[in-house]
């Protein structure tokens, strides 16, 4: 343990277009800069706009401070070793970064369930919604979605961190990613990624698993609703969050739902940037543009920005 403490790993990350390392930076910090902004776009219009004050909003804010907490644990670490060309991370910045990330993920996980089962109540049980989704519940389960996702990954993390590494202490990733961690022990990891496997089984299939099942009842109870505005309406509050979900849940299951784990290829890599980055980048913009109460809550917020900056520019040329 006290030679793996001194260990110092040195990530890949994109070095394969290190030619090219402008344009990925650039493309990066744009991304980043979007993803933090968009989500503090939405946690805004929640805590400020009273239409929004609603359990499934409430779970929409927390999942948008957890997706910019979730982007931030990697991404500046990824800017500065493409930038500095300092590829080099701390075996104990490594473990930490490892268990923060995947917590994060883990939460989110368990956060798009929690949404899912707020849409189902919602559709399919309305009259006894208001009962069930009070304030103290949906606080409740928000807490025990955070509590999960952090106490899960914590045996996971525990073991990675007893391991003993002999070098090369290359990691084929931009990320301290789990599999290409136990790639670098020089002792049998085959019962920590059975357990890994297994976790990743629980934790990612069965959640996917309630919430498509979710959605059946969903859409079947849509479908049966006469009017067609009623449809598009109740369509319309649960579409953004299965389109998320999909993305989601389809590179993670590529990932990390298998029996053995997956080099570290290019591809591999660039599935790892489709839901460290591009995921979280989208989702401010399908919730924003698919979801009718969050533009009208734009709309809103914009007009009154205006009405101040006109009342403002009036004060200063009356005075």
């Known amino acids: ?11 890949l990350g994109f070095s394969s277009i290190r030619d090219r390392w402008i344009i990925v930076f650039l493309l990066i910090l744009a991304i980043y800069c979007f993803t933090v902004i968009g989500n503090l776009v939405i946690i805004m219009l929640v805590w400020t706009d009273l239409h929004l004050h609603t359990p499934m909003y409430f779970f929409l804010g927390n999942f948008s401070f957890m997706e910019i907490w979730y ?25 930490i970064q490892y268990y923060v990330f995947f917590s994060l993920g883990t939460t989110e996980i368990f956060l798009l369930s929690c949404m899912a089962f707020d849409r189902y109540l919602a559709i399919c049980n309305p009259l006894r919604y208001s009962t069930i989704m009070r304030n103290g519940v949906c606080l409740r389960l928000s807490l025990s979605c955070w509590l ?29 990613d789990g599999p290409s961690l136990l790639r670098l022990s020089c002792i049998d990891t085959y019962l920590i990624e059975l357990f890994h496997f297994i976790l990743a089984l629980i934790v990612i299939l069965l959640p996917f698993l309630l919430i498509l099942i979710s959605y059946i009842f969903i859409i079947s109870t849509i479908l ?26 389809g590179s993670l299951i590529f990932m990390y739902v298998r029996p053995k784990p997956i080099n570290a290829s290019e591809m591999n890599k ?14 401010p913009l399908i919730y924003c543009f698919r979801n009718t109460e969050v533009k009208k809550a734009m709309k809103n917020a914009v007009h009154k920005a205006r009405s101040s900056e006109r009342r403002w520019m009036l004060c200063v040329f009356s005075s």
Not at 270 to 282: I, K, N, R, S
């Open 148 to 176: 999960g996702g952090f106490l899960c990954l914590m045996p996971p993390a525990v073991l990675i961190a007893h391991l003993k590494f002999c070098g090369p202490y290359i990691i084929n990733h931009f990320f301290c």
């Open 1 to 11: 343990m006290n030679q793996s403490v001194q260990v110092e790993f040195i990530l």
């Open 270 to 283: 660039a599935v790892a940037v489709f839901y460290t980055l591009v995921t979280p980048m989208l989702n």
């Open 224 to 249: 049966r609703i006469p009017s067609g505005t009623g449809r598009n309406k109740a369509f319309s509050t649960c579409s953004s969050h299965l389109i998320v979900v999909l993305i989601f849940y």
């Open 71 to 95: 982007t931030t644990v990697i991404i500046p670490k990824t800017m500065a070793n493409i930038v500095t060309d300092m590829e080099t991370i701390q075996f104990a910045a490594c473990i």
